[in-house]
């Protein structure tokens, strides 16, 4: 099953106290609770155009407002969202769920550059960790979650088989979602686990999901526990 293989990917990555440096970001001074970043990559090509982007866009607002009503999560998760369509866009680097009022009005347009998408946040992860580890804050494994309705239309061999093999070493939970018309088999290359398919357009329950999951992430407070994630079944499958 795809949950309780997950479920043994979530650890403390400790900083190396040896690299420990003054932090690079007030932030990271200000709250130094443990952080679980998340990077998500979406796919707002033409395809998306009408309802399927505004429950999109709505789905992440929904994942901000929710993380922030936990106690714990909302000092620990850091989210950036970038975006694949026609060209790719950073919507928001990584920030605090805490300091984030919303994202940006999310577009419809052009092809599929998920490959770069995927290359941009996982080199904007990589910089993250390295704040952290030069601020001393211990931090949970990255999450990198991908959510498309077709499959890249640019370069993206590379970009998948780095995001999968980060995956397979447990360094990157990766968690690619693909929507009504989405090619599975090419979405899955981006993980070590098969990529799970939306039910219609319930990215609402996704996201809820998805904060339910960092709820529970960011509640654990040792480096060996592993973390049960809430079942899938309201909005997906494998």
């Known amino acids: 099953m795809l949950l309780s293989s997950l479920a043994d990917l979530f650890r403390f990555d400790k900083p190396n106290p040896e690299n420990a440096m003054s932090a690079t970001s007030n932030d990271l001074i200000d709250n130094p609770s443990p952080r679980c970043p998340v990077a998500l990559v979406l796919d707002t090509s033409g395809s998306m155009r009408g309802e399927p982007i505004g429950q999109l ?37 990584f920030t605090g769920v805490e300091q984030i009022a919303g994202i940006a009005p999310m577009s419809a347009s052009g092809d599929t550059p998920l490959g770069e998408a995927t290359r941009q946040a996982l080199n ?27 499959a890249p239309t640019d370069h993206w ?10 995956s397979a070493n447990r360094k990157l939970v990766s968690l690619p979602v693909g929507v009504s018309g989405a090619d599975l088999n090419v979405l899955s290359a981006f993980s070590s686990k098969p990529a799970i398919a939306l039910d219609g357009l319930k990215f609402r329950e996704l996201f809820q ?7 529970r992430v960011s509640a654990s407070t040792s480096s060996d526990a592993s973390v049960q994630l809430p079942p899938i079944d309201s909005w997906g499958s494998v």
């Not at 866009?57 to 369509?85: N, P």
């Not at 904007?124 to 309705?149: H, T």
């Not at 590379?158 to 980060?166: G, P, S």
């Not at 999901?209 to 709820?215: D, E, G, T």
Request: charged content about 25%; glycine content about 6%.
């Open 57 to 93: 866009h709505a789905g992440a607002q929904l994942f901000i407002e929710d993380v922030k009503r936990d106690d714990l999560a909302r000092w620990s998760v850091d989210l950036a969202v970038f975006t694949a369509g026609g060209v790719v866009d950073c919507l928001l680097d």
């Open 124 to 150: 904007r992860l990589e910089a993250r960790k390295a704040q952290y580890r030069n601020a001393g804050v211990p931090y949970y494994q990255p999450w990198l979650v991908i959510i498309s309705d077709g």
């Open 157 to 166: 061999q590379d970009a998948a088989q780095r995001a999968r093999e980060l």
């Open 209 to 215: 999901w998805l904060s339910a999951s960092m709820a």
